[in-house]
């Protein structure tokens, strides 16, 4: 049984339809790397999956069922990461992930959040203000969620590897794979030429005029 099911989804923006008709799964265990160039809908397409945005046409399903019936108990195994970073740059690395955590009832002592940072390049930056932190060293604290959130089975990741140095990418993708070992599944988009040792699915989307 597939976790994540897109039937038939269609979308369109400011009167242009960005794609139609498109269909796929992604079982437990499973990467489907979502591939076009800017304006074919990637962000939009992802954005349907986690159920921000409605399709014009189709369903996007969640252990077969729609998650528009089961949006509570989808939202629990959800983990999506955006072109917005979700924090907060006036509170610094720590107070934002224990904001998060507490917003996601995930429970973690300060002790495992500075462990995360740490594993994350971020030692001694724990307590800088988020703004006086450079743009790379801003997404490594919203990408602390992904060591910090370990029972959401179906991430979806648009573009994150953006701002990352070349240690940061290996980090992120090393998580990426345990995820999948785990069970757990991925949809994903990157500008970068995806290098995560695991066997992939493509989906490609065209610009449509």
């Not at 799964?25 to 921000?52: C, D, F, H, Q």
């Not at 089975?153 to 994150?160: C, G």
């Amino acid at each position: 049984m597939p976790l994540l099911c897109a039937h038939q989804l269609s979308v369109s923006k400011r009167d242009r339809l960005l794609f139609n008709e498109i269909s796929f799964s992604v079982a437990a265990g499973e990467l489907m790397y979502v591939k076009g160039p800017n304006g074919a809908g990637k962000t939009s397409l992802l954005r349907v999956l986690t159920g921000l945005v409605s399709p014009d046409e189709g369903a996007v399903l969640f252990e077969e069922q729609n998650i528009v019936n089961c949006r509570e108990q989808y939202h629990q195994q959800l983990l999506y990461f955006g072109h917005a970073l979700g924090v907060n740059r006036s509170l610094n690395a720590l107070e934002n992930l224990r904001y998060w955590c507490a917003q996601h009832g995930v429970q973690h002592t300060d002790a495992e959040i500075y462990e995360v940072l740490g594993l994350l390049g971020l030692v001694g930056l724990e307590d800088v203000t988020v703004s006086h932190l450079s743009a790379g060293q801003q997404r490594r604290v919203a990408l602390a969620r992904f060591w910090l959130q370990t029972s959401a089975s179906v991430w979806i990741l648009d573009e994150p590897f953006t701002a990352l140095d070349v240690q940061g990418i290996a980090l992120l993708n090393n998580r990426i794979v345990a995820h999948l070992q785990q069970g757990g599944c991925v949809v994903m988009t990157s500008h970068q030429a995806l290098d995560v040792d695991y066997p992939t699915q493509e989906l490609q989307l065209e610009y449509r005029i």
